[in-house]
């Protein structure tokens, strides 16, 4: 069998859950003869190095022993990264408290806005900047990146 994404993508999100964590991504690059698959998992207390080599040890059987995958590959499990958008609405519960910068739309029209995120309903996100209380729901959000501050 040859590493397609499609064909693997359930059986990963099937292995990844049992974890207790969710899948964000997983990227492949490299060449056909030499494939490395960047999987990036989150879940709602934290992403752990444990928790990452549990997965990819379970994810390594999977390929080569009931998938009988025979070509080179490179597994690498991590979380996300700070630097990257916030995907699902899963992702935000740990980041309360937060400074996000968010683009949203708002009847048509694209906005930024950056604030603290304080509390989430349903799908609602509660940010505060400047003590203006601002409701977003998260299908509006096009892109949310937490802001790291020093």
């Known amino acids: 069998m040859k590493l397609v994404k499609e064909n693997i993508l359930p059986i990963f999100e099937e ?18 003869k030499n494939v490395v698959m960047e999987i990036f998992v989150d879940n709602q207390s934290g992403v752990t190095t444990e928790g990452c080599a549990e997965i990819s040890r379970e994810l390594a059987s999977i390929l080569d022993e009931q998938l009988g995958i025979t070509e080179k590959y490179r597994l690498d499990v991590s979380s996300p990264g700070v630097d990257r958008p916030l995907k699902f609405i899963e992702q935000y519960p740990k980041h309360i408290g937060r400074k996000f910068e968010i683009k949203y739309s708002d009847n048509d029209e694209l906005k ?21 209380e601002i409701k977003i729901n998260f299908n509006s959000i096009k892109t949310a990146k937490v802001l790291v501050s020093f």
């Open 15 to 32: 292995v990844i859950r049992k974890h207790n964590y969710f899948l964000i991504d997983i990227v492949f690059r490299g060449s056909d």
């Open 112 to 132: 930024k806005f950056t604030g603290i995120l304080k509390k989430i309903e349903n799908d609602d996100l509660f940010f505060e900047s400047s003590k203006t």
